[in-house]
């Protein structure tokens, strides 16, 4: 991370996935030091157009405010590692509707495209029609929302 943080100002693409089982990977041990290791890299992108990034390595609950400061970002993706420690019902505990319905009703002017995991859709999380409303809500707002695997 240390080397991406000289450059991260310039940066207009990043991505990563989520950490591995423990003890795999330099992501892995990265994030068993710093549960949030992401964050201040993030703030460092203002020029960021293009963000691909896992659960792991944010605070989920404050992650749409966090992205809501990224005045170009035209792309955003989060995705589940299905090698990830962690189910991603627990991750999906973590992240605060709130915020992101209110990021979504209000996208930056440069957002085109959200992609978030397809596991969001079960009852406790968004019901197909909920998702079905809001997916319509932003395409009116030039946004497409879209499920990823």
């Known amino acids: 991370m240390e080397a991406i943080?000289?450059?991260?100002?310039?940066?207009?693409?990043?991505t990563i996935r989520d950490a591995e089982a423990q003890?795999?990977?330099?992501?892995?041990?990265?994030?068993?030091?710093?549960?949030?290791?992401?964050?201040?890299?993030?703030k460092a992108m203002p020029l960021l157009r293009s963000l691909t990034i896992g659960f792991d390595g944010?605070?989920?609950s404050s992650l749409f405010t966090l992205l809501?400061?990224?005045?170009?970002?035209?792309?955003?993706?989060?995705r589940h590692n299905k090698d990830s420690p962690?189910?991603?019902d627990t991750h999906l505990s973590q992240l605060d509707f709130s915020n992101l319905s209110a990021w979504l009703a209000s996208p930056p002017s440069s957002?085109?495209?959200v992609g978030l995991p397809v596991g969001l859709l079960r009852d406790e999380w968004w019901e197909e029609n909920e998702f079905?409303?809001?997916?319509?809500a932003v395409l009116e707002k030039g946004v497409e929302l879209?499920?990823?695997?």
């Open 5 to 14: 943080k000289i450059v991260a100002s310039q940066l207009l693409k990043f």
């Open 23 to 42: 003890g795999v990977g330099a992501v892995a041990q990265q994030q068993q030091k710093n549960g949030t290791y992401l964050e201040e890299l993030i």
């Open 58 to 60: 944010v605070e989920l």
């Open 68 to 78: 809501a400061k990224l005045k170009h970002l035209r792309y955003f993706v989060l």
């Open 86 to 88: 962690t189910p991603l």
């Open 111 to 113: 957002l085109r495209m």
């Open 132 to 136: 079905g409303d809001r997916r319509s």
């Open 146 to 149: 879209c499920l990823v695997d």
